[in-house]
C-alpha cells in the first residue's frame, strides 16, 4: 500500500506561483514514477508532470513545459510541483500519483495505481 498527500493548493493571481508537495508513505519503490495531474470542471483528468524516484528524468505536458517544475526529495518522500506564471485555465484540482513505472503509459491516467485525495490550485484572471 501507498498512501499520498497533496498539499500546497489555493487561490493566487494570474502570473503568481504556488508550490505544491505530495508526501508519500508506505511501499515507496524507487522504480515506481510519481505523477501529478489536474482536472478541471467538466473536464477530464490530465497530465501534468511525471518524475521517477531514482534518475533524472522528469516528463512535462506541452501545456505547462517551461512553467512548471517536478522534483523530488528522496530523504523526505516528498515530490514537488513548483508552478510559475500561472494562468487562469490552469486551475484545477491537482492529483499526486503514483505507478509502477512504465514508460509507455507515464503520461496516463491508467498508468498509475494510487492516488492522493487532491489539492485545489485557483487561479484569478
Known amino acids: 500500500q501507498v498512501q499520498l498527500v497533496e498539499s500546497g493548493g489555493g487561490l493566487v493571481q494570474a502570473g503568481g506561483s504556488l508550490r505544491l508537495s505530495c508526501a508519500a508513505s508506505?511501499?515507496?519503490?524507487?522504480?515506481?514514477?510519481m505523477g501529478w495531474f489536474r482536472q478541471a470542471p467538466g473536464k477530464e483528468r490530465e497530465f501534468v508532470a511525471a518524475i521517477y524516484w531514482s534518475g533524472d528524468s522528469t516528463y512535462y505536458a506541452d501545456s505547462v513545459k517551461g512553467r512548471f517544475t517536478i522534483s523530488r526529495d528522496n530523504a523526505k518522500n516528498t515530490v514537488y510541483l513548483q508552478m510559475n506564471s500561472l494562468k487562469p485555465e490552469d486551475t484545477a484540482v491537482y492529483y499526486c500519483?503514483?505507478?509502477?513505472?512504465?514508460?509507455?503509459?507515464?503520461?496516463?491516467?491508467?498508468?498509475?495505481?494510487?492516488w492522493g485525495q487532491g489539492t485545489q490550485v485557483t487561479v484569478s484572471s
Open positions: 500519483a503514483t505507478g509502477v513505472g512504465r514508460l509507455v503509459g507515464i503520461r496516463q491516467v491508467s498508468g498509475y495505481d494510487y
Open positions: 508506505g511501499r515507496t519503490f524507487s522504480s515506481r514514477v
